[in-house]
Structures are given as C-alpha cells and as structure tokens.
C-alpha cells in the first residue's frame, strides 16, 4: 500500500508555544490531504481538509487561526499548532488521499503541551 | 448527518473463536464504506472499501461484508496478533463537500488471548 509519512511522532511542547507536523505522500501525489484529531477511546475527528495549492477547509467548531494547515506541494501538508495549551494535547493523524476510493494514513503525532 | 455505529464496543475472544463485528451506518448514497485497523499509539492502516450492497471482500483471517445498513467484518480462527482496534468509516456521495471526507465511527477493541 501506499506509505504517508507523519513527523513528529511524538513532541512535547510548553504551553503558548507552536507546534508544526509534517505529513508527506512518500510514492503518490496526494491531491487532498486530511488532519484529524483523536481522543483516547474515540473515533477520529476531522478538523480539515486541505487541497493542494488552495486554502484548507477546516470543520464546525475548529479554529483556523489556532491550527494553520499548509499544502503547498502534492506530497506535503503541515498542521501547526500555534500558541498551544494543556487542552490541545491529543493524538493528531493526517491522511492522504490521491482518489475517491482511497485514503492512506500517516503513523500519527503524540502531542502533549505541559 | 452520516452515522457510523460500532459494536461492541470491545471484544474479547479466545485464540480460535471466531466472531463478527458490526458497523451500522446512515448515510444517503453510500459511496464507499472502508475498515481500518489501528494499533496503540499509531495510524489507521486500511484493510477493506465495499462499495455496493452484497459486496464481499478477504483478506487472510479476515471477510469483510456489506449490506444497504450495516457492514460486517467477519474474523476466523483469530490470532492474537488480531488484536487491535478496528475501525469503520463511510464516505458519502459527492457534491456534500468534500469529495473524500471519511465519517468515522469509535471502532472496536479487538483482544485475542492466547
């Protein structure tokens, strides 16, 4: 299958800090990209879709300007976390996808803010 | 809104026990329905897309199948390496934004004991 790389898989970060994660499509052009967000015990949350060369599409009640999602190439998308707090900590995955009928995940990032 | 229910929530089976687990969804023009397996502290990694009702698909010890309601994901003779969590998702049909937006559901714990 195919194979999305996502790094950091782990970092921890003091409060009021930024944070950046790199997703990257490492054998395929991922036209769309897709962060999502995950508490323990539950399912996975969408926050954004991003498209290559646009703006991301971010869900209700997600703040753009908290999580800056960039995609500037076919094979890169970055989610930042910009002045993070204890209750942003959670477990970030990104997704890509080249068609409808696909979508490969990254190994996901650990994020804890103290 | 698209609905994806999981059950049970968990599941404990004996190494050889074979069982099913079960995702209903509500979702008008199912596009695709897709499982995902996930290990502790890592990313979904894709194992099946049913796209229409009666569709069946394999993939070692597992089957996955699909009606106009519900999916199954049918698990042989398990091994404990099985364990995980596994998770459904749908897509709904296009032109509701997204053309790749996967809705999740809270997947099932999966525990083969030796």
């Known amino acids: 299958g195919a194979v999305v790389s996502q790094h950091p898989s782990r970092v921890i970060c003091k409060s009021g800090t930024s944070v950046k994660i790199e997703c990257r499509s490492l054998?395929?052009?991922?036209?769309?990209m897709f962060w999502y967000r995950q508490f323990p015990k539950k399912s996975l949350m969408l926050m954004a879709t991003?498209?290559?060369?646009?703006?991301?599409?971010?869900e209700q009640g997600v703040e753009k300007d908290k999580f800056l999602i960039n995609h500037a190439s076919l094979t890169l998308s970055t989610l930042t976390v910009t002045s993070a707090h204890p209750e942003d900590s959670s477990f970030y995955i990104c997704?890509?996808?080249?068609?409808?009928?696909?979508?490969?995940f990254g190994q996901g990032t650990r994020l804890t803010v103290v | 809104e698209d609905q994806v229910t999981q059950s049970p929530e968990a599941l404990r089976l004996q190494e050889g026990e074979s069982s099913s687990l079960n995702c209903s969804y509500t979702?008008?023009?199912?596009?695709?329905l897709f499982w995902y397996r996930q290990d502790p502290g890592k990313g979904p990694e894709f194992l099946f897309t049913?796209?229409?009702a009666g569709e069946e698909k394999e993939k070692e010890r597992l089957k996955a199948t699909l009606t106009k309601k519900e999916s199954f994901l049918h698990i042989t003779a398990p091994k404990p390496e099985d364990s995980a969590t596994y998770l459904c998702?749908?897509?709904?049909?296009?032109?509701?934004?997204?053309?790749?937006?996967?809705?999740f559901g809270k997947g099932t714990l999966l525990t083969v004991n030796p």
């Open positions: 991003s498209n290559e060369g646009s703006k991301a599409t971010y």
């Open positions: 049913l796209y229409s």
């Open positions: 997704s890509a996808s080249s068609s409808f009928w696909m979508a490969f």
């Open positions: 998702a749908v897509q709904p049909p296009r032109g509701g934004g997204s053309n790749y937006k996967l809705t």
């Open positions: 979702v008008s023009g199912l596009r695709g």
């Open positions: 054998d395929f052009q991922a036209t769309t």
